[in-house]
C-alpha cells in the first residue's frame, strides 16, 4: 500500500494538471457527441462524468480516459429515433430506450471480462493498429473542421473574413503554446496554460469568436452546462414496456455498442501501453466498462468507451496514474455543479488547437516511411483500416484488417506444405511432410502424393509436419481410405497422441496405421499449442 500511495504522489502534479486539460477538452465533446446521438447534452456530459470515474478507478489502464464517444453515438442515433416512434408522442421514449440498450451493453462487457476475452485483442496485427491509430487521427482532424462554421438563418457556412482568420489565428497561438512550452519546461501542463492562456486573451480584448457556451446554443441546447448530480432514472422502469419484444428491439443495438466499445477501448489500451512501455489488464478494462456502461445507463447518461483523442492528451500532458482520470471526472462534474459560467467562456478555437495537436500526436507518421518496406498485404491492411475508419466505423475497419490479415497468413503458410520423398530398401516409398496442415494446405497436401502409381506399401512421416484442424484430419483420413481401396499398406509417423485419439475416433479400423511407438517432441497438435 505504502509503495502505491508512493507511486501516486511522484506523479502529483503531472496527473492534476492533465486531468483538468482533460476535463476542459471532454466539455465540447460529451456534447457534441450528446447531439450527434440525438440526446440533450447533460446526457453527454453525465456519460462522461461516469464512465470516466468508474473506469478510471476499475479500469486495467491507469491514465486512459472513457467518457461518451463518436463511435457510439453514430448508431444511437437510429435507436433513439425508432425508440421515441414506438412510445407515446411527447414521452421522449427514445432517450429510456438508450438507457436500457446502456444498461444491456454494458452486461455484455461485462460477461466478456468475465469470461476472459479480452486478451484476444493481443491477436490484433501491427498494420491494424497503425491503421487504426491514422483512422482516428483522421476522424477527429475532420470532427474539427466543423467548429470552422457559424449558423446563419437556420444553417451551418464556412467562416469568412476576418471571423476566419481570428479563429484560425487562436488556434494556431495554442497550439504553439502546446509546441514551445514543454521545451522550455517540460514540467508545464502545457494543454492548461494554453487553453487558460487563450480564454484569457480572447474575454480580455473582448473578442468576438465561439465559445463552448455559444457551441451549446448554436446545436439546439437551452440548458447549457447547468445541472446538478445524477439521479436514477426510473422512468425507464414505466415508459418502457419490459417484455420480449422491447428486449428484441434493444439487443441487438447492445450488442453492436458493447462491440465498438470493447474493441476501441481495448485498442486504446494497447496504443497507451506502447507510449507508455507498460501492460494494461484488458479483461479488467473489459469488466470496468461494462460496470460503467450499467450504472451510465441507469443515472441518465449516454454510455461510453475508451477516448482515444482524450487519452494521448492525458498521456502527453504526464497522466500516468488513476488520479489523472479522477481528477478528469470530478473536474468536468464541478463544472457542471459550480463553474458553467467560466467554462462556457472558454473559446472553442483553444479546444480546436489542442485536438489538433492530438491528431499531430496520434497518427503514425512511421507510416509513410515504412509503407515501401513492408510486405504489400500488410501496406494494404493498413491503408483499408485507416480508410475504412473514416468511412464506416471503428468495429468495422478492425475486423475487416483482422479478416485480411488472417487470409493472408492462411494463404502464406498454405504455401509452405511440402514433401520429401524417398524408397527404403524394401520399396516402402517415404513421404516427409513439411510445413503445417490445416485448411488452407490441404489441397496441395493431396496433391503431393500419386496413390495409383504408389508401390504396395508407403509411410507418411510428419516429424517436421503439424496438423493443425480437423480439416487436415480429415484430408489425412480420406487419403488413407484412398491407398487402402487399392489395396495399399499405409503406415503414418509422429502422430501425437491427441490427433491419433482423434483419427481413431473418427474410424477404428485405422488404428493399424499409425505407429504409435513414437515420441517426438518437436510435434504438437494446435489444440496442445493453443491451451
Given at each position: ?39 440533450p447534452p447533460m446526457v453527454g456530459l453525465y456519460a462522461a462524468f ?51 440498450t446502456v444498461i444491456l451493453m454494458g452486461i455484455i462487457q461485462v ?421
Open positions: 500500500m505504502r509503495e502505491f500511495i508512493a507511486k501516486q504522489k511522484a506523479n502529483l502534479g503531472n496527473d492534476v494538471f492533465s486531468g483538468l486539460t482533460v476535463a476542459l477538452a471532454l466539455v465540447p465533446e460529451a456534447v457534441a457527441f450528446a447531439f450527434v446521438a440525438g440526446v461516469m464512465v470516466g470515474l468508474i473506469t478510471a478507478v476499475f479500469g486495467g489502464r491507469p491514465g486512459m480516459i472513457s467518457g461518451a464517444t463518436g463511435a457510439l453515438a453514430v448508431v444511437m442515433v437510429d435507436l433513439v429515433a425508432r425508440g421515441n416512434d414506438m412510445g407515446a408522442e411527447g414521452a421522449n421514449a427514445g432517450l429510456y430506450y438508450l438507457f436500457a460477461i466478456v471480462g468475465a469470461l476472459k476475452l479480452g486478451k484476444f485483442v493481443r491477436l490484433i496485427p501491427h498494420p491494424v493498429m497503425m491503421g487504426f491509430v491514422n483512422g482516428l487521427a483522421i476522424v477527429i482532424f475532420l470532427s474539427q473542421l466543423g467548429m470552422f462554421t457559424q449558423r446563419v438563418a437556420g444553417e451551418k457556412v464556412w467562416l469568412e473574413g476576418s471571423a476566419l482568420y481570428l479563429m484560425v489565428g487562436l488556434v494556431a497561438l495554442t497550439m504553439a503554446l502546446m509546441y514551445f512550452l514543454p521545451k522550455i519546461n517540460k514540467k508545464i501542463p502545457s494543454g492548461l496554460v494554453a487553453i487558460v492562456a487563450v480564454s484569457a486573451l480572447a474575454i480580455f480584448s473582448g473578442l468576438d469568436v465561439a465559445t463552448v457556451g455559444s457551441f451549446i446554443r448554436d446545436s439546439g441546447g437551452t440548458e447549457g452546462l447547468q445541472g446538478g448530480l445524477p439521479s436514477f432514472q426510473s422512468e425507464i422502469f414505466t415508459i418502457i414496456p419490459l417484455n420480449w419484444e422491447t428486449l428484441g428491439f434493444i439487443f441487438p443495438y447492445a450488442l453492436i455498442l458493447a462491440a465498438i466499445g470493447l474493441i476501441e477501448s481495448l485498442m486504446t489500451l494497447n496504443l497507451i501501453d506502447e507510449l507508455t512501455e507498460s501492460r494494461g489488464n484488458s479483461n479488467r478494462e473489459c469488466l470496468a466498462q461494462g460496470g460503467a456502461n450499467i450504472v451510465t445507463g441507469f443515472f441518465g447518461g449516454m454510455g461510453g468507451c475508451a477516448m482515444i483523442g482524450q487519452s494521448i492528451i492525458n498521456i502527453k500532458g504526464g497522466g500516468r496514474t488513476r488520479i489523472s482520470g479522477i481528477v478528469a471526472a470530478l473536474a468536468l462534474l464541478s463544472f457542471i455543479l459550480f463553474a458553467a459560467p467560466l467554462i462556457e467562456q472558454v473559446p472553442i478555437a483553444a479546444l480546436v488547437g489542442v485536438m489538433f495537436m492530438v491528431v499531430i500526436g496520434t497518427f503514425a507518421w512511421s507510416s509513410f516511411r515504412i509503407l515501401a518496406k513492408i510486405p504489400i498485404s500488410d501496406a494494404i491492411v493498413l491503408i483499408a483500416v485507416s480508410a475504412l475508419t473514416v468511412i464506416y466505423d471503428l468495429a468495422a475497419a478492425v475486423l475487416v484488417g483482422i479478416v485480411l490479415s488472417a487470409l493472408v497468413f492462411s494463404w502464406e503458410n498454405a504455401k509452405r506444405i511440402r514433401a520429401r520423398k524417398h524408397f527404403l530398401n524394401d520399396g516402402t516409398k517415404v513421404y516427409e511432410i513439411w510445413g503445417p496442415l490445416f485448411f488452407g494446405s490441404i489441397s496441395a497436401f493431396k496433391s503431393k502424393f500419386d496413390p495409383a502409381g504408389d508401390p504396395d506399401k508407403i509411410i507418411i512421416d510428419f516429424m517436421e509436419s503439424r496438423v493443425s484442424d480437423h480439416s487436415a484430419l480429415e484430408a489425412l483420413f480420406t487419403l488413407v481410405e484412398k491407398y487402402q481401396s487399392l489395396g495399399k499398406v499405409v503406415q503414418i509417423r509422429h502422430l501425437s497422441k491427441e490427433c491419433q485419439q482423434l483419427m481413431i475416433k473418427a474410424s477404428p479400423k485405422l488404428a493399424a496405421t499409425i505407429e504409435e511407438n513414437v515420441d517426438d517432441p518437436r510435434y504438437h497438435v494446435m489444440a496442445q499449442v493453443m491451451s
